[in-house]
Nanobody, 114 residues
Framework: VQLQAFGGGLVQAGGSLRLSCKAS????????MNWYRQAPGKQRELVAN???????NYLDSVKGRFTISRDNIRRTMFLQMNNLEPDDTAVYYC?????????WGQGTLVTVSS
């Protein structure tokens, strides 16, 4: 199983970024896919997830600003992040639970300057 996350970078407050996570080794279309983040000195937290039926859930602080989506043909999950805030600065990880194991991507760093 491989999860490859892309799209992080440095952006000013109010800006936008789009993260991607490409999965291999799993039956992508049937899995709930997750985006987590971990800021320096803080615990990892669930930012958003999307079910196989494309139902979505969001961390309260990102509702209305972030949108999670998936493309089952390309086996890729996305996180569109708009109106970014300095508190969104973190390493963002994609995650899936597959056949009894928890898998993580390598993380992509998002830095939001004020």
């Amino acid at each position: 199983v491989q999860l490859q996350a892309f799209g992080g970078g440095l952006v000013q407050a109010g800006g936008s970024l789009r993260l991607s996570c490409k999965a291999s080794g799993i039956n992508f279309s049937i899995n709930t896919m997750n985006w987590y983040r971990q800021a320096p000195g803080k615990q990892r937290e669930l930012v958003a997830n999307i079910t196989s039926g494309s139902s979505t859930n969001y961390l309260d602080s990102v509702k209305g600003r972030f949108t999670i989506s998936r493309d089952n043909i390309r086996r890729t999950m996305f996180l569109q992040m708009n109106n970014l805030e300095p508190d969104d600065t973190a390493v963002y990880y994609c995650n899936v639970w597959w056949r009894g194991r928890n898998y993580w991507g390598q993380g992509t760093l998002v830095t939001v300057s004020s």
